[in-house]
């Protein structure tokens, strides 16, 4: 079946560290989306992002499609920060069903 | 975006009783889909639910245990039957907003404990 596998599972930063995680998946993608989910298990919209790069902020994405990965940059992390961030996908033919990644757990500390 | 709710927001149920989850748009949808997430997972979707059509469930869910419903373009509900506490989890449901590039947008979830 799709893989959407993210790197790393586990990630601890101090305050105002920068960082990248990665998103491979194992086909051609339709749709890529990154998310945060907060402690309280609300999923956040970061980015919509099947091709090329976008900046919000603190926040940057690129995806790289013809190498099948794509990356979520944090910079100045702040505790705010601290979450899951998932990667999710759609594939050709699978009818805007996201596939989710493994998602990579962040804590960022003071 | 679309503007989501879910009720109830957290419940704690005891074993083989039943539990509906409500989930309401703002704005209509053609596409809605129902996730779980089990504790400390990843989400994965139980059933994409269109407007005047039955549920279309994913391997390893079916509707006895997930029946669901669509009765207009803004609101949906999934029910968990029978409950275990293998149940436990959150639910989530969520939008395609075509007008945004099928972009998914998602309540702020259902957390559910089974004693």
């Known amino acids: 079946g799709i893989q959407v596998e993210q790197s790393p599972p586990d990630l601890i930063l101090q305050e105002g560290a920068n960082s990248t995680l990665r998103c491979n998946f194992s086909d051609s993608v339709n749709n890529l989306q990154w998310f945060h989910q907060n402690p309280w298990g609300q999923l956040i919209n970061l980015f919509y992002i099947p091709s090329g790069t976008k900046q919000n902020g603190r926040l940057s994405a690129t995806t790289v499609a013809t190498e099948r990965y794509s990356l979520l940059y944090i910079s100045s992390s702040q505790t705010t920060d601290s979450g899951v961030y998932f990667c999710?996908?759609?594939?050709?033919?699978?009818?805007?069903?996201?596939?989710f990644g493994t998602g990579t757990r962040l804590q960022v500390t003071l | 975006s679309a503007v989501i709710s879910q009720k109830p927001s957290r419940d704690i149920c005891q074993r083989g009783t039943s539990l509906t989850i409500q989930c309401q748009v703002d704005?209509?949808?053609?596409?809605m889909f129902w996730y779980r997430q089990q504790p400390g997972q990843s989400l994965t979707l139980i059933a994409t639910a269109n407007q005047g059509s039955e549920a279309t469930y994913e391997s390893g869910f079916v509707i006895d245990k997930f029946p669901i419903s669509r009765p207009n373009l803004t609101f949906s509900t999934l029910t968990v039957s029978n409950m275990s506490p293998e149940d436990s989890s959150i639910y989530l449901c969520?939008?395609?907003?075509?007008?945004?590039?099928?972009?998914?947008?998602f309540g702020p979830g259902t957390r559910l404990t089974v004693l």
């Open positions: 704005s209509q949808v053609t596409m």
């Open positions: 999710a996908a759609t594939y050709t033919g699978t009818a805007s069903k996201l596939t």
């Open positions: 969520s939008v395609d907003e075509r007008r945004r590039y099928n972009e998914q947008f």
